[in-house]
Nanobody
Framework: EVQLVESGGGMVQPGASLRLSCAAS???????MSWVRQAPAKEREGVAA???????GYAASVKGRFTVSRDNAKNTVYLQMNSLKPEDTAMYYC????????????????????????YGQGTQVTVS
């Protein structure tokens, strides 16, 4: 059974940092791994994605503040979030597509709302 388990969320003040982790189990992820977020009453947004070879993509709203990384040996993806802002408040989900996509395409597809891959249960990030 494929599982994506996120951790590391919490409530912090503006300007603080958080590091999210997502451990994948039930399969060896050779595709892009990504983070998407959704705030109440807002559309899902692709935040960051990383291919197994290290290529990355970011939403314009987080570029320069967030860094995505992965440990292929541990089947884990991370999201280092610095200089957090109140508008970063959202549920953050780990997401892996069903097929191999570029980092940019992964962000687009996995935030589209369709059945295009696996999602974790999410971890809440609140900046206030």
């Amino acid at each position: 059974e494929v599982q994506l388990v996120e951790s590391g969320g919490g409530m912090v003040q503006p300007g603080a940092s958080l590091r999210l982790s997502c451990a994948a189990s039930g399969f060896t992820c050779t595709y892009s791994m990504s983070w998407v977020r959704q705030a109440p009453a807002k559309e899902r947004e692709g935040v960051a994605a990383i291919r197994s070879g290290g290529g990355t993509g970011y939403a314009a709203s987080v570029k320069g503040r967030f860094t995505v990384s992965r440990d292929n040996a541990k089947n884990t993806v991370y999201l280092q979030m610095n200089s957090l802002k109140p508008e970063d408040t959202a549920m953050y989900y780990c997401a892996v597509p069903y097929q191999d996509l570029s980092a940019t395409e992964t962000l687009r597809v996995m935030s589209s709302g369709g059945d295009f891959g696996y999602y974790g249960q999410g971890t809440q990030v609140t900046v206030s």
